[in-house]
């Protein structure tokens, strides 16, 4: 029995994956070791990730013994978990009661205010010193200041969740600190639920209340999606202006034709994959997948960034290439759990790529990308900083 | 003749159907599932994007199938 490969799960290029997860396409479903010493299999082929990801047989249970890539030691047990570690039936009892609040004609109701935020900080950033940090002053507020609106939390205690959901996704602190991070925004969200039993507000928790959601239910979906519409867009937003500011032509299409932006806007998020480890599950029973049986309590890794390269789906995927049509892509994940909040996203990230472009057609990079600090230690992918100027 | 076909038990309302063919395809603004306002596209291109939208559908809630037929269906 010869040693499987240690996994990395850190990126060297931002935009590459991993040597190792590309060598792992020619052994498209591998027994791997994590780097805490655990083992599990990784999956690399966008088909097989599709399917193992529409199957009911795996498990999307954190708490669920071979679960992967948790943090290590004993986990304080909340009372029911959130959505996305929910299986059917209860996941899609959950899911269907606030599917109503992501409808694409929801989304698309919130352009015009989401247009006014992305120009206020446009504003702010203009009237700011040059270099700027696009990331303190655009990237993550505001995505963040959407999902505070939508969901009926204060944007004024945006740094005391900013701060631990940052702790939270960061595999580099300890378990404890990061346990403790989500505890305190899971009651800073039961409190905030209490108040608004008491005093009705019209927004998405204020209306699951009226709708008679489970209060502890209601505090792990405030907690979710709090965190789930900070962290990614918020990232992607970053990644995609240093990204477009290295590729003049993809930039120069983009600003001709606001048709293109939601293209660049695709191929951006199939580029990146910054959440892939978000898809793992666990085996519930012996699985086939491409060909190898995963047994039952066996831990699955999706290497998404690697799959949304697959030859087989995208022909010279590691090119990035806004003409190619990249809408099977697996950024958001496949399957029942696919990501709620996903055309939230593409409609945040294609009216900042068209205002940010528009209002500063000559926006730079300060910096090399060599000197960029990527959050190489975070489950989400992404920017600490980028410094532009203009 | 082609039927479009949706499963309402198995979607999840994750609404890329609607990106991708909004003549066919549209949510219940209740609870977000998939409404199907023409389920027998005749022209080539809509049909060519009802495939992808088939394709691309998370839950793999959607099909094709000759309209009469039996169990005879275009599924992912």
Redesign the interface.
Same mark, same amino acid.
Request: glycine content about 16%; hydrophobic content about 25%.
């Given at each position: 029995m010869t040693e499987s490969p240690v996994l990395p799960l850190t990126r060297t290029c931002p935009y590459a994956p991993p040597a190792e997860h590309v060598q792992l396409q020619q052994e498209p479903v591998a027994r791997v070791t994590l780097p805490d010493g655990s083992q599990a299999w990784a999956l690399s082929r966008l088909e097989d990730i599709r399917a193992m990801?529409?199957d009911p047989r795996f498990s999307s249970d954190r708490q669920r013994e071979g679960f992967p890539l948790q943090p290590p030691g004993p986990r304080p047990a909340p009372p029911r978990q959130p959505m996305i570690g929910l299986d059917p039936p209860e996941h899609?009892e959950a899911?269907?009661a606030v599917?109503?609040e &992501?409808?694409?004609?929801?989304m698309n109701a919130l352009r015009p205010r989401i247009q006014q935020i992305v120009d206020e900080h446009v504003d702010g950033l203009l009237a700011g010193p040059r270099p700027a940090d696009l990331v303190s002053a655009l990237a993550l507020p505001v995505p963040s200041l959407v999902i505070c609106e939508l969901l009926g939390v204060p944007y004024a205690d945006h740094d005391f969740f900013q701060t631990r959901s940052a702790n939270l996704l960061d595999r580099t602190i300890p378990a404890e600190k990061r346990y403790a991070a989500a505890n305190e925004i899971r009651e800073y969200m039961a409190t905030l639920i209490i108040q608004k039993e008491k005093q009705p507000t019209d927004d998405l928790i204020g209306r699951q209340i009226a709708k008679g959601a489970d209060r502890e239910d209601l505090a792990g979906l405030g907690f979710l999606l709090l965190l789930a519409g900070h962290e990614t867009t918020g990232n992607m937003i970053s990644l995609g202006v240093m990204t477009l500011l290295e590729r003049p032509s993809a930039l120069a299409a983009l600003k001709q034709d606001p048709a293109v932006t939601p293209e660049v806007v695709e191929e951006l998020l199939r580029y990146f994959t910054i959440a892939e480890y978000v898809t793992s599950r666990v085996a519930r029973e012996d699985v086939e997948i491409g060909g190898v049986v995963i047994p039952a309590g066996d831990g699955v890794i999706t290497l998404g960034n690697v799959a949304n390269r697959d030859p087989a789906a995208f022909a010279d995927g590691d090119t990035f290439d806004i003409g190619r049509g990249a809408?099977?892509h697996i950024a958001f994940? &496949?399957?029942?759990h @696919?990501c709620l909040g @996903?055309?939230l996203a593409r409609v945040e990230l294609q009216i900042v790529f068209d205002t940010l472009f528009a209002r500063i057609p000559d926006l730079r990079l300060a910096t090399t990308t060599d000197e960029l600090s990527f959050k190489d230690e975070s489950t989400v992918y992404g920017l600490h900083s980028l410094p532009v100027t203009w | 003749m082609l039927q479009v076909i949706a499963d309402l038990d198995r979607c999840?309302?994750?609404? =890329?159907c609607?990106?991708?063919e909004p003549g066919v395809f549209d =949510?219940? =603004?209740?609870?977000?599932?998939v409404v199907i306002l023409d389920d027998t596209p005749e022209d080539e291109r809509t049909i060519t994007r009802v495939r992808?939208a088939i394709?691309?559908c998370?839950?793999?809630a959607l099909a094709l199938a000759e309209s009469g037929a039996s169990g005879r269906t275009d599924t992912p």
């Open positions: 990801l529409a899609g899911r269907r599917l109503g &992501f409808t694409i004609r929801r809408r099977h994940g &496949f399957g029942p @696919q @996903q055309n | 999840v309302g994750a609404g =890329q609607v990106l991708t =949510q219940d =603004q209740e609870d977000g599932t992808e394709h691309i998370p839950s793999r």
